[in-house]
Nanobody, 126 residues
Framework: QVQLVESGGGLVQAGGSLRLSCAAS????????MGWFRQAPGKEREFVAA????????RYADSVKGRFTISRVNAKNTVYLQLNMLKPEDTAVYYC???????????????????WGQGTQVTVSS
């Protein structure tokens, strides 16, 4: 059974940092792009960041560019999201996602991801 398990969320003050982790099990995703999405209360899920299978290509939402960094360690089947300079509007449940398509450029649409984690809550206080 394929599982993506996020961790690292929590409560942090504005301007602070968090590091989210997403550990995959049940299969390897070393040949697949992976991404992070988030959903705030009352809002639709939105793209945050994505990374290619080999880490060579990163894509970010404009709202997080320069503050968040996505990375991966294929040997650990894990993808990370470093969140810096957090703002109250970053408050959301953050979801990790993995594609079933091998290789290719990382995508920003949630429909292009086949596997999803349960999410981890990030709350930024002002």
């Amino acid at each position: 059974q394929v599982q993506l398990v996020e961790s690292g969320g929590g409560l942090v003050q504005a301007g602070g940092s968090l590091r989210l982790s997403c550990a995959a099990s049940g299969r390897t995703f070393s040949s697949n792009y992976m991404g992070w999405f988030r959903q705030a209360p009352g809002k639709e899920r939105e793209f945050v960041a994505a990374i290619s299978w080999n880490g060579a290509i990163e894509r970010y939402a404009d709202s997080v560019k320069g503050r968040f960094t996505i990375s991966r360690v294929n040997a650990k089947n894990t993808v990370y999201l470093q969140l810096n300079m957090l703002k109250p509007e970053d408050t959301a449940v953050y979801y990790c996602a993995a594609a079933s398509v091998q290789y290719g450029s990382p995508r920003v649409r949630g429909e292009e991801y086949a596997y999803w984690g349960q999410g981890t809550q990030v709350t930024v206080s002002s």
